[in-house]
């Protein structure tokens, strides 16, 4: 106890053993069981396949989802998830490994940007922060994109924050990495890898008045070198695909942001309970982490501050909201938080006793209600097992961190708040979502398709599961509504892919022997349907694999 509690005070230290620490730690919790369950539908499956098809067709300009032309997202994600689909196999692990990878490395670049501004100690507690937030670390375990943009970003803003100060002496390292990753967050997710970066550093020259940093940019070489990395996919993408300009800038920026087109409206308040919840337990700690900002103003929490403020205003005012969007702004708070409880240390005041211990608390409740939940709810979506599991590190954490604060020994009980969280993200999943994973997924149905009938077309009936063609290893025909890939149905001969449901019925009934993915409920109705027999050949969860012969 003493030796961690001393590792966690000393104001030096070398930084490549805090280095190994933080990696010895959290690759623990950031790669362990990461194949534990089937893909998360509808997202995970997606940049999954996408990956899948580049690699089987040797085509990484034109993204296809299903062997349609995809063009939501641009191609970094996919380009990373091919190569480690190509080295480790068709697997969940080697899918999500990506985002894993790309989590663990923005712990330590909040790490290292918190010891350059701040000092050692507030880089490692800005490091832990980050690592243990329930909501980072969770989505970091999954196949999304948000993840790698997030990274970018950090490292973007980071860089240009570091390269900003007066003292620096590596100015031009650090502004060129400011370009090459404002280049790789485009490639990431678009226009808003370039945006939301510029809208954070221009407004930050305006209410610092440090216009002076415009000579010292190395504008010229640096867009050369943005260019450089980030243009010649959209060029050639343009060149193979006339169409990708207007649905990828107008519809899927332009359109996404101003309008409802994609269905996922929400209120202007939304990501503030995201935010609060993801940032779990040390939501607690944001009152410090806002005294210590007033308290301290500088130019760094100026930008912090900006950072933060600027990509959550952003997608607040967003017509198109989903959870993972407000993901980038966890390393800004991760960094304030951090370097507050490393300088209430120093202050030794009542405040950071006070949040400790409402973080404890709060773990305290939460691990009790998960257990009385499954046990007591008439329709729990907890396994019993899983959630006594969940339930047991959450209440052992917190009393052990409560009766660490009862001892005056601050330090060993925030520690214990970080492995409880850690522990709590990682075993999460398979506790909270295990159950609806398996009753949407549609593994083991395509498994028995590939391994037992490789010949025999594969439909899915009534929309479009994600995950079929990455399990089946091979592109299916949808019977009924387009959804996100009407788009690509409108290109290239789709003939016999895209059918109606009732056109489907005929196919049914012909000589052809078909299988189809339907949901459970609807095998019965599908067979008054239909003159043919319709075979179950297996179920599991919510949906059943059936044959016309």
Known sequence: MYRISRFLTNKEENAWVDIAAILIIFSFFFFLFLGGLPFKEP???????????????????????????????????????????????????????????????????????????????AGLYSALVLGSSVGFLFQSRMNIIDTTLTICMAAALGFFLLASRREETNKGRYYYLFYLFCALSVLAKGLIGIVLPGGVIFLYLLLAKRWNLLREMRLFSGTCLFLAVCAPWFVLVSLKNPEFFQFFFIHEHFERFLTKVHGRYEPPWYFIPVLLGGMMPWSFFLPGAVKSAWENRDCHRLFLSLWFGVIFFFFSISSSKLIPYILPVFPAVALLIGSAISAALDEDGPLLKIQTAAAGVFLLIAGSGAILYSQLAANSKLEPSGAFLLGGIFIAGSILSLLSLGRKNKVFAIALLCLTASLGAMCAPSVIFSRSIEKRSTRELARIARSQYPETPLVSYGFYRQGLPFYAEKRVILAGPSGELEFGRQHDNQEGWFVEQDAFYGMWDSSRAYLAVISRNEVDSFGTKVKSPVRVVAVWGGSALVSNR
């Open 43 to 121: 997202d995970e499956s997606r940049y999954a396949e996408i990956p899948r098809e580049m690699l089987e067709s040797g085509d990484f300009i034109t993204p296809r989802l299903n062997y349609v032309k995809y063009f939501e997202k641009p191609p970094l994600h996919y380009w990373v998830n091919a190569l480690s689909l190509s080295a480790f196999g068709n697997k969940e692990a080697a899918a999500r490994f990506p985002s894993a990878l790309f989590g663990l490395c923005g712990v330590l670049l909040v790490y290292h940007i918190g010891r350059k501004l701040y000092g050692r100690r």
